[in-house]
């Protein structure tokens, strides 16, 4: 008999969902609202119509993220660090380093046999991060989605000198005053997200292969200057967003594994029974 794993990666900006068993079977991506209950019960509900699976046939579900304690229905709570290790050593067994660029913080980890060794974390300040480049963007009046292609096209990035998301929008807008080219200004703006990353990371002891995960791996220009600080090319997954939901899918898997080879049970929670009713 088929045994089914999900993993819900509830964060800040969008929360991800997967359910697999040999493979993916099915995924959800989209963005995290202010009642996270329902916004988990939805994406869910979602990826079960997309495997074609009751909820009763999923074995164990494992939830990960930001707001990981407001999934109702999940059997365990693991923390993002270890489950986008397991991801990523899942989908990219010969990465070593991981860095990871959300929404609201950005993180490196360090792996050794798929599993995170050591880590390191910036969730105090918007620099680093995606919201960083979607707060300049406004500021610009540009398209967040154009941001990366615009920047590669930059002749003589400028050095933008502030990391406070607010003083450096001021001074973005100053320099487009002044008759920078945008792309120019563009191109800055992801050399000094690059540089704050790399700071942040190279305290681990960066070793390759090392793979970009997250919203700020979809950003072809953020990924050419971390490559350009790096010396060397990064490894981007299939769907850089979905590594923490893989990897809470494989350690729900892990878990039932470890227990079976015990002989123990694995009771499912009183309030994913509860919850149930959600999935019928």
Excluded: W
């Amino acid at each position: 008999m088929s045994q089914y794993f999900a993993g819900i990666d509830l964060g800040s900006t969008m929360t991800k969902v997967v359910i697999m068993n040999q493979a993916v079977l099915a995924s959800v991506i989209g963005p995290t609202g202010p009642e996270h209950r329902k916004l988990a019960n939805r994406v869910m509900e979602e990826a079960l119509v997309k495997a074609n699976l009751p909820f009763a046939d999923i074995t164990y579900v494992v939830a990960t993220g930001y707001g990981r304690i407001n999934v109702p229905f999940a059997d365990k709570q693991i923390t993002e660090i270890s489950c986008h290790a397991r991801g990523v050593g899942y989908l990219l067994p010969e990465v070593r380093t991981v860095i990871d660029i959300g929404g609201q913080d950005s993180k490196g980890i360090k792996l050794k046999d798929g599993r995170a060794v050591d880590f390191v974390m910036n969730d105090k300040c918007a620099a680093g991060t995606g919201r960083f480049l979607e707060v300049t963007a406004e500021g610009l009046g540009v398209k967040l989605d154009d941001m990366g292609k615009l920047s590669l096209t930059a002749k003589n990035a400028v050095r933008i000198s502030n990391t406070c998301t607010v003083f450096a929008t001021q001074e973005v807008v100053a320099k487009l005053a002044e008759g920078v080219p945008l792309p120019d200004i563009i191109g800055g703006l992801h050399e000094a997200i690059a540089a704050r990353v790399y700071s942040m990371v190279r305290r681990l002891k960066i070793e390759r292969e090392v793979a970009l995960t997250g919203g700020g791996a979809k950003n072809i220009g953020l990924v050419k200057a971390l490559e350009t600080k790096l010396g060397y090319p990064v490894l981007v997954p299939p769907e850089p967003l979905l590594t923490g939901a893989i990897g809470a899918a494989l350690l729900g898997k892990d878990i039932v594994k470890e227990a079976a080879e015990k002989g123990e049970t694995l009771p499912r929670s009183e309030r994913r029974l509860q919850e149930a009713t959600f999935f019928t």
